[in-house]
């Protein structure tokens, strides 16, 4: 076919990266901040054309963070941008509430791999950002890595190519230290990615070749996601190469593109990855096209368009819409380029995507030359100076805001710091205010609000097991005078010891406590009566055999025991009345000794 001659800038559309996605997140994996409004993650300004729809509501109940997580994964793997970005966002803020320094890398990371897809770029750098720096303060290399491979990606598309040569350069440095073939690969991948969309073809497919060498090193480990990315980023260096310089590119080597390409559409179809298809269907597109195979290319790059529009992947429809445009101006068929350049630079000026529109302006105006239209050339020439002057603002003022963005985040992440350690401190508070409402103080042992509230619990628990519920009531003999002959210090120590031994004559699992005085309890259930009259008899042995460095050479108490039995039924009050009538006749009947009684009457 014929092609257009003789104008330079024809021939060379500016170069965008198509990346698979070598992002750092393994296939199944939970590598997963509030909608509508701000999180304390991103500046307040409003990206421009970010090409969003509205969040949706809040759910009533926020989802756990594990699961929001692998909710924003699961999305990214099929493709579902916009729902895995909101998904990320959402777990980004419950993390930073919760100071969980780990999730929160793992919600920043996925928020900037699909802010990159949706063409938010100031977020996807603003996300990536800080991701860098979550992942410096885990010290984790593995992570970083990741990091920096996205955020190179959208400072590349930003404009700002030295930061993301100096991404590049910094994750080649880290990955080395990792004994990972797959994350080196993703890294020599996304070198290779950035060197050909500044059109550096050459370094670009040495970067790609080693990463293929990696990839196979990796061998069975390396995940559907990395073997895309191989051959995504191989077939859309060579579709970059042809464009730049299309007499540097042999027919061999176009078709063995075209033969990677196709490789890379079968992988993400088996996949069910729709803006994966859309990104192979692309490049084997504009091979086609370099082959003069115009009808088979055409078929690709409309295939590319409808997945585009489905699903509204919106950069790749205005990726798509310029190459058909760049076809058509090829072709000399200026009046379809006019039209497809129009629809492209609507909708890169919608997305706010100021290097495309930029570019598209000046195709533009070279479709208006050749049909003889000097004034509407003229108007998209100078639309395409005004964009290029907008695009270095806009990068300066991008600049300036992501230096203040580590500091932001580090701020951020010392008050969700401080907030966390004051919430621990209230709760630690407010459990040693519940402790001491539920303990006796001289003691340690439960005090009767702790009796009253769990002796109910017990007996519904023994019913419902079947089980004997036993009380034991104990009362130190003599106690009186004790305080009256060695004083109240001697008679607490007293108290503090027979505590001790009534805890220690009992089982695990007893409630023991003091009711007051001189007065303590044991509550617990057992299968048959005789248990419980065999602890009352242990505490008792216990007492009177214990010898006393100080005060009273000796001390006895007395215990009164209320059993009952399984299949009977009685209130608390009952079964506290049966314990305090049989500690009576213990004491009556001399002291220093048990008696049991049984309660209760059958249901």
């Known amino acids: 076919m014929d092609r257009l001659p003789g104008h330079p800038e024809a021939a060379l559309p500016r170069a965008r990266a198509h990346p698979g996605d070598d992002d750092g997140l393994r296939p199944g994996g939970d590598e997963g901040l509030h909608p509508g409004g701000d999180d304390g993650l991103r500046p307040g300004t409003a990206t421009a054309g970010a090409g969003r729809v509205p969040a949706p509501a809040p759910p009533p109940e926020p989802a756990p963070l594990a699961q929001l997580l692998a909710r924003a994964d699961s999305a990214r793997q099929r493709g579902a941008f916009q729902e895995g970005w909101e998904l990320a966002r959402q777990a980004g803020a419950a993390a930073l509430r919760a100071g969980d320094e780990a999730s929160l890398y793992r919600a920043l990371h996925l928020q900037s791999v ?5 063409g938010d770029l100031d977020d996807a750098a603003h996300a990536g950002v800080r991701a860098v720096a979550v992942a410096e303060r885990l010290a984790d290399d593995a992570a970083l890595v990741a990091a ?3 955020l190179a990606l959208a400072y590349l598309e930003l404009g700002m190519p030295e930061e993301a040569l100096d991404a590049v350069e ?13 994350a080196v690969f993703s890294t020599l991948s996304r070198a290779g990615t950035v060197h050909s969309a500044l059109g550096d073809h050459a370094r670009a497919r040495a970067f790609q070749e080693q990463a293929r060498d990696e990839l196979a090193l990796a061998g ?5 996601d990395s073997r895309f990315a191989l051959l995504n980023n191989l077939a859309d260096n060579l579709v970059a190469s042809a464009r730049w310089d299309a007499v540097a590119v042999t027919r061999e080597q176009l078709l063995a593109g075209l033969d990677v390409a196709g490789q890379a559409l079968e992988l993400s179809r088996a996949t069910g990855h729709p ?21 088979e290319a055409d078929e690709h790059l409309a295939a590319a368009l409808g997945i585009s529009r489905r699903h509204g992947y919106r950069t790749l429809e205005s990726s798509v819409l310029e190459a058909q445009a760049m076809a058509a101006l090829l072709r000399g068929q200026h009046a379809v380029a006019l039209e497809l350049f129009g629809a492209a630079a609507a909708l890169a000026e919608d997305l706010g995507d100021v290097g495309v529109a930029t570019t598209v302006h000046l195709q533009l105006s070279v479709c208006h030359e050749h049909l003889g239209q000097p004034w509407e050339a003229l108007a998209h020439y100078k639309r395409h100076h005004e964009l290029e002057r907008a695009l270095r603002t806009r990068t300066a003022e991008a600049r300036a805001r992501l230096l ?14 401080q907030h966390r350690a004051r919430s621990e401190e209230l709760q630690a508070h407010a459990e040693e205010m519940r402790r001491h409402a539920h303990e006796d103080s001289l003691t340690g042992l439960a005090n009767r609000r702790a009796l009253d509230e769990r002796l109910p619990l017990l007996l519904a628990a023994a019913a419902a097991g079947g089980q004997v519920l036993g009380v034991v009531v104990v009362d130190v003999d003599h106690f009186k005078q004790v305080n009256d002959r060695f004083g109240h210090g001697t008679g607490d120590e007293v108290l503090r010891t027979v505590a001790h031994l009534v805890a220690a004559s009992c089982r695990p699992g007893d409630l023991v406590a003091r009711m ?17 009259v065999a602890v009352a008899e242990r505490v ?14 000796s001390t006895t108490v007395s215990a009164g025991v209320a059993t009952l039995a399984a299949g009977t039924t009685a209130t608390v009050a009952q079964v506290l009345a049966v314990a305090d009538q049989h500690l009576y006749a213990a004491k009556a009947a001399g002291r220093d000794r048990v008696s049991h009684g049984a309660v209760g009457r059958a249901r």
């Open 114 to 118: 699909q802010a990159v897809r949706l």
């Open 540 to 553: 008792r042995r216990a007492v009177a055999g214990h010898r006393w460095a100080h005060g009273p050479g």
């Open 220 to 224: 069975d480990r390396a995940g559907a």
């Open 516 to 532: 007051g005085g001189e007065e303590f309890a044991v509550v617990l259930t057992c299968p048959e009566p005789a248990e419980a």
């Open 148 to 150: 920096l491979n996205v």
């Open 170 to 182: 910094r994750t080649l440095v880290v990955v080395r230290r990792l004994d990972d073939h797959e």
């Open 275 to 295: 803006y994966r298809e859309g990104m192979s269907h692309l490049n084997a597109g504009g091979l086609l096209l370099h082959l003069d195979r115009d009808a």
């Open 404 to 417: 203040q963005t580590t500091a932001d985040l580090g701020r951020a992440l010392s008050e969700a710091e």
